[in-house]
Nanobody, 122 residues
């Protein structure tokens, strides 16, 4: 049974840093591209960042480029999202997702986590 478990969400002030983690089990982690998506209240889920299987390639949404960094540790089956200079507009539930062999900015991922809440107060 595949599980993706996010952690690290919380309430922070604007301008602060928060790092999310997503630990996978039940799959061969190094064969999956990983991504982060988010969904704010009343809005559709949107792409945030993605990373290739070995971490050599990454891609970001324009709204977070230069502030967020996605990385992974295949030895620990974990993908991270470091979020710097947080803004109120970053408030959302953040989800990690896994896609076999590749990664995408689209939401056609094979597995999803349950999400972790990030709230940024201004």
């Amino acid at each position: 049974q595949v599980q993706l478990v996010e952690s690290g969400g919380g309430l922070v002030q604007a301008g602060e840093t928060l790092t999310l983690s997503c630990t996978a089990s039940g799959l061969t982690f190094s064969t999956y591209g990983m991504a982060w998506f988010r969904q704010a209240p009343g809005k559709e889920r949107e792409f945030v960042a993605a990373i290739s299987r070995q971490g050599a390639s990454t891609t970001y949404a324009d709204s977070v480029k230069g502030r967020f960094t996605v990385s992974r540790d295949n030895a620990k089956n974990t993908v991270f999202l470091q979020m710097n200079s947080l803004k109120a507009g970053d408030t959302a539930v953040y989800y990690c997702a896994a896609k076999l062999w590749t990664y995408s900015r689209l939401s056609n991922y094979d597995y999803w986590g349950q999400g972790t809440q990030v709230t940024v107060s201004s």
